[in-house]
């Protein structure tokens, strides 16, 4: 049975094929789960009119976008009620770029 094994494998290595199935698994399992890595890898930009609602005393504005995630910009020049532009990815923190609309 040795024999048998090792010839359709042709050459492969058990460490190579546990190697090849748990990735086959992982794979699976994604596309079982409904999980699109161009969902999180690719994301469009999105970029949309928002108010700062809070600065604190370090300097730190926080704003809340339409996906609801809130959101941080450090150092920021921004007023509390200032209308600025943003650029994110949709449900994914950081902020890609800002710049001021109007003044609150």
Known sequence: MCNVI???LQ????G?????????G??????LSGFQAR?????PNITEETQVIIKDDQGTCTIQAEDDVPRTISECPYDVGDTI?????????PILEHHLIREG
């Open 6 to 8: 090792s010839m359709s």
């Open 11 to 14: 050459g492969i290595s058990l």
């Open 16 to 24: 190579k094929l546990a190697i090849i199935l748990i990735a086959a």
């Open 26 to 31: 992982v794979v699976i399992v994604f596309t």
């Open 39 to 43: 969902d999180v890898f690719f994301a």
């Open 85 to 93: 532009s943003i650029t994110y990815k949709r449900e994914q923190p």
